[in-house]
DNA sequence: GTCTATACCTCGATAGAC
DNA sequence: GTCTATCGAGGTATAGAC
């Protein structure tokens, strides 16, 4: 069984590799750089991963665990008359906190998912699939009630619509404004869009 | 002077480059994999770029021309008295085409981006720099008009806009439906929304 | 569990023949 | 202009002492 040591050090690994594949991207950031970060040397990292791909693919697997959690916390926290808007509004929000706020795991998962290897990236795909599917069922929902635009194909919406979130990661700065209002103007920017009712 | 065939020979270089760059990343791509693309031996390539930092330089200035020309183009083709949703509207066209239709340089240049070098991506800046400056001026001249939305910060608008846009090359898939409907959906999306007026 | 030492490979880049 | 041959650096990964 492993022992305390074991696992603290093998999760500082873990924190350290999100935080240089997040900035630095998969292929730049050297084993020595992620144990150099942790304090230890790059051969004993192999006590506790079997090799580089293992170490990005548990990253990535984290990064889109702790924004799944984010939403749904949110989603289900909402009352059962909830409407569209808040439903979508809660999911925004918790997609926008789980990516920016809550670190390195999540946007390595976005920085760093098309770098990695391509054995990593299958494996990976079924939890992006299944974060993907609760998104879809958000907007399903919507368009049952009767709340989302008719005119544009769903699939272009859902994309659109994530990855834009997603991409907030690269440009998203907290020293211009707060999180709270930075959710709340991508908010109102995804539902009505940026221009004035005509 | 160049002869013919350097120019040939460097000019599919670039273009291999860019298609490696773009599906495989900066540093996941050796300049083994160019000259075999290319049909010329890795050694060779020195004779036309003095280093990798160089053909990555040229892709990513490639890239960013090609959209900025392509939305020019549409752009000044309007009339004199076109209205704001008109001038915006040939700019997203003008950009996706460029980034959707146009191909592998300006994907390398969206995807490739955060990988290269430092020195490179300061050198790149002042081009992209450009591109947004003139984004911004679109956007300046609706304000002004009184047409986009006055409860959102310009900047998050432009910003989510364009990383909205660009980051299409990541999940557009052409064979589920023609660019033509493609930018318009977005478009419709961009300018009022994904809910229903309310 | 972590260390040192090192094997082995592949990369970018260079030199000189053709 | 392109080739072959090769260098030096730095990467992942392994072996065995502690």
């Known amino acids: 069984m492993a022992s305390e040591s074991e696992i603290h050090t093998r999760d500082r690994l873990l924190l ?3 935080r240089l594949f997040r900035y630095h991207g998969y292929a730049q950031t050297t084993l020595r750089e ?20 293992d170490i990005i693919a548990e990253v990535l697997d ?8 984010a939403v749904r916390q949110r989603v289900d926290a909402l009352p059962e008359n909830a409407t569209s808007r808040e439903i979508i509004a809660a999911a925004i929000e918790g997609h926008l906190w789980g990516v920016l706020h809550h670190g390195d795991f ?3 998962n976005i920085r760093a998912y ?5 054995a990593v990236k299958s494996r ?3 939890a992006r699939r299944a974060y993907s599917d609760y998104w879809h069922k958000l907007f399903n929902d919507a368009i049952v009630k009767g709340d989302l635009r008719k005119d544009c194909n769903l699939d272009i919406i859902q994309m659109f619509v994530l990855s834009a979130l997603n991409w907030t990661v ?22 009505d869009g940026v221009f004035e009712r005509r």
């Open 170 to 191: 690269e440009w998203y700065n907290p020293q211009k404004g707060s999180l709270r209002v930075f959710v709340g103007d991508i908010t109102k920017i995804v539902f």
């Open 124 to 126: 990976h795909r079924t």
């Open 62 to 69: 984290r990064g889109i665990q702790m924004v799944g959690e």
């Open 114 to 118: 098309g770098q990695a290897p391509v």
């Open 106 to 108: 999540s946007s390595a």
């Open 16 to 18: 350290e590799a999100a």
């Open 34 to 53: 992620i144990a150099d970060a942790t304090g230890i040397k790059a051969g004993s990292i192999y006590y506790h991963f079997d090799s580089k791909e």
